[in-house]
């Protein structure tokens, strides 16, 4: 459905120029001379890359309706990630690709969010905050602050780490999965 440029909000999934967009800061602008137009601020919901576009205040705008859907992370299988819909329990494949970065944070049973665009998944949003087990990571060394006082630590999925030097092999930690950055120990 083709919305007038003057009903855009923020949150609002939109097609342009090929791609699904969601709309993440909008401003009307009315100059002293000239006609009023708007400069939206849109999130591409397939690589997150984030633009500005101006529209004139006669333009339409396609509302895209974006679907989400509750899966839980099964396997990787030539680099086919595979997920369970929670709702009818049918086997879903996403490719390594919608995944992207959001891949080494991948466990077996994670329960994620995907969006999908006419039977296409475009994306997967995982947990804000999730806990690993640490598989390797140095012993930390009693009273060496001179490296800001963090290690390198390799946690179950395979992703590296910055921790605390407190933080010991075996230890489970919560992990912000949007920055991949150390939380607090979940111990």
């Known amino acids: ?42 999130r591409n919901l397939k690589n997150d890359n984030v633009q500005e576009k101006t529209f004139r205040g006669d333009d339409k705008i396609e509302e895209a309706y974006v679907e989400e859907r509750k899966l839980q992370f099964l396997y990787l299988s ?44 475009l994306t997967v949003n995982l947990p804000n905050f999730v806990e690993y087990n640490i598989v390797h990571t140095e012993p930390g060394i009693k009273g060496d602050t001179a490296k800001s006082g963090t290690k390198s630590a390799e946690i179950e999925t395979g992703a590296i780490i910055q921790v605390p030097l407190f933080v010991n092999e075996g230890d489970r930690i919560k992990v912000d999965t949007r920055t991949g950055g150390y939380i607090e120990r979940a111990n």
């Open 1 to 42: 459905m083709a919305l007038a440029i003057n009903e855009v909000k923020n949150g609002l999934t939109v097609f342009v120029e090929g791609d699904v967009y969601i709309i993440i800061d909008f401003q009307h602008v009315k100059p002293g001379k000239g006609a009023a137009f708007v400069r939206v601020k849109l």
């Open 78 to 121: 030539d680099d086919i990630y595979q997920f369970m819909d929670q709702e009818n329990y049918e086997e879903v494949g996403i490719s390594r690709e919608s995944i992207d970065e959001k891949a080494k944070f991948l466990k077996d049973n994670l329960d994620v969010i995907a969006l999908q665009y006419k039977d296409q998944i």
